[in-house]
């Protein structure tokens, strides 16, 4: 079982820049692939960034691609997502998640290979 936290999210304008960071609980935390969803009012939640179970590969929706970056640190049991250069699009609810599939290699970019997820931490950028 992982239980994941998420933090570091409010209020930003456009432009500026966030770090959001997921702790997690669980002896397979370092073993799995993670990511991050986000969902804003309205719209389903979407993929935004994932990273394998080493930390060596990751992946990003075409949106974010170039502003944010995903990273983690498997001793410390955490997932960031450092986001720079925010759009007022980019407000949404992100969620960090941790997948069911183990010493993936790839990072995993689907919604229903997700097993676990956080309660969430709210973004806003203002324009």
């Known amino acids: 079982q992982v239980q994941l936290v998420e933090s570091g999210g409010g209020l930003v304008e456009a432009g500026g820049s966030l770090r959001l960071s997921c702790a997690a609980s669980?002896?397979?935390?370092?073993?799995?692939?993670l990511g991050w969803f986000r969902q804003a009012p309205g719209k389903e939640r979407e993929f935004v960034a994932a990273?394998?179970?080493?930390?060596?590969?990751?992946r990003y929706a075409d949106s974010v691609k170039g502003r944010f970056t995903i990273s983690r640190d498997n001793a410390k049991n955490t997932v960031d997502l450092q986001m720079v250069s925010l759009k007022p699009e980019d407000s949404a609810v992100y969620y960090c998640?941790?997948?069911?599939?183990?010493?993936?290699?790839?990072?995993?970019?689907?919604?229903?290979?997700?097993?676990?997820w956080g309660q969430g931490t709210q973004v806003t950028v203002s324009s």
């Open positions: 998640a941790a997948s069911r599939v183990a010493y993936s290699l790839v990072p995993i970019t689907t919604r229903h290979n997700y097993a676990y």
């Open positions: 990273i394998n179970w080493s930390g060596s590969s990751t």
């Open positions: 669980g002896r397979t935390f370092g073993t799995l692939a």
